[in-house]
């Protein structure tokens, strides 16, 4: 951690970052107690809605840990969570249709998630080195260097404004399955909706927060430069 005054910069995103987590806590701890009339565990229901969707190569599998639940789009794996995956409840049911949407975005070769997948290698090196070389840099003061941290950290940002339209799309495809399935009543879906929305804000949390975290690094290097 370097310390100085830019730290402040960090602030707007590491508030808005601990509300929308404890938005989704909330939103997740009432409506895993709700049961959906539908009655099938979220595994059967995710499976039910892709087959309407003429989808039906999709594994699904349980993955341990809480709020785990992801789509592998390079194996066509659909993970739920313990808490999701044998649960019929109104949280688990709208977790797991969004996970379904992300599998539907493969199968249409939505834009952005190819984007997003083909970007998880670089990022996770950059996202990595970033730091490492930014610093070097501002220790010898040799500006390519800081440039070069920069640049890194650019593609960490880069990839989080990618995701915002992945996953507002994968919560819109999952609201579309839900609605023209019929298995859900009116206030079942809402609920479904309220989850997915703190869901989507930890998401615009994640971009705020890497994008002052990247104001940071360029206003430190411009600082020095003078
Ligand atoms: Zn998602």
């Not at 910069?9 to 959906?36: D, F």
């Not at 003061?141 to 507002?168: K, R």
Request: aromatic share 10%; with cysteine; glycine share 6%.
């Amino acid at each position: 951690m370097y310390f100085d005054s830019t730290l402040i910069l960090l602030l707007p995103g590491l508030i808005l970052g601990l509300w929308a987590q404890a938005k989704v806590k909330s939103a997740y701890e009432k409506y895993s107690q709700v049961p959906t009339q539908w009655g099938v565990p979220a595994s059967a229901a995710v499976q039910e809605l892709l087959r309407q969707q003429g989808v039906d190569d999709i594994a699904i599998t349980p993955v341990g840990g809480e709020l785990t639940d992801h789509f592998d789009p390079k194996t066509d794996t659909l993970r739920l969570s313990e808490g999701v995956y044998g649960s019929s409840s109104v949280a688990a049911v709208g977790i797991a249709a969004h996970e379904a949407g992300h599998a539907l975005q493969k199968k249409e070769n939505y834009p952005f998630l190819a984007l997003r997948t083909y970007l998880v290698p670089a990022v996770n090196i950059g996202s990595n080195l970033a730091w490492p070389i930014f610093f070097l840099g501002l220790l010898f003061s040799w500006e390519p260097l800081m440039t070069a941290g920069i640049a890194c950290f650019a593609l960490a940002v880069l990839f989080s404004l990618i995701t915002l339209p992945v996953e507002f799309d994968a919560s819109r495809r999952a609201m579309a399955m839900l609605s023209s399935s019929g298995y859900l009543t009116q206030e079942e879906e809402n609920g479904v909706r309220s989850v997915l929305t703190a869901a989507a804000m930890t998401y615009v949390a994640s971009f705020i927060s890497v994008l002052m975290q990247l104001i940071r690094l360029i206003s430190i290097s411009n600082r020095r430069r003078r």
